[in-house]
């Protein structure tokens, strides 16, 4: 059984920065089936974005286009974590983040980040 756990959010102001990390526990083929989505306020599960991920292929990376240039998804297999680097944060990335194992079910329980002055 396969559990990913966020961690990593917090309040930052306009312009900073935060790491979040998924940690895997369980068995998966590749870290590179885990996706990073975002909620944002006021929405639904099923209106989750896709922030970061390997898409098409090893090396493939996808990164929303609200996100190019300021956020890099990076993974550590020894530690079998996931990372997601955000710099440069702006006030409507305030959202909570999770971790998706793609082709499966399994979500993490999401951390919540929140920029603001």
């Known amino acids: 059984q396969v559990e990913l756990v966020e961690s990593g959010g917090g309040l930052v102001q306009p312009g900073g920065s935060l790491r979040l990390s998924c940690a895997v526990s369980?068995?998966?083929?590749?870290?590179?089936?885990i996706a990073w989505y975002r909620q944002f306020p006021g929405t639904s599960g099923d209106q989750r974005e896709l922030v970061a991920g390997v898409m098409g292929g090893v090396g493939n990376i996808h990164i929303a286009d609200s996100a190019k240039g300021r956020f890099t998804l990076s993974k550590d297999n020894a530690k079998n974590t996931v990372y997601l680097q955000m710099n440069n944060l702006k006030p409507e990335d305030t959202a909570v983040y999770y971790c998706?194992?793609?082709?499966?079910?399994?979500w993490g329980q999401g951390t919540r980040v929140t920029v603001s002055s």
């Open positions: 369980g068995t998966i083929f590749s870290l590179d089936a």
């Open positions: 998706h194992e793609g082709g499966s079910v399994n």
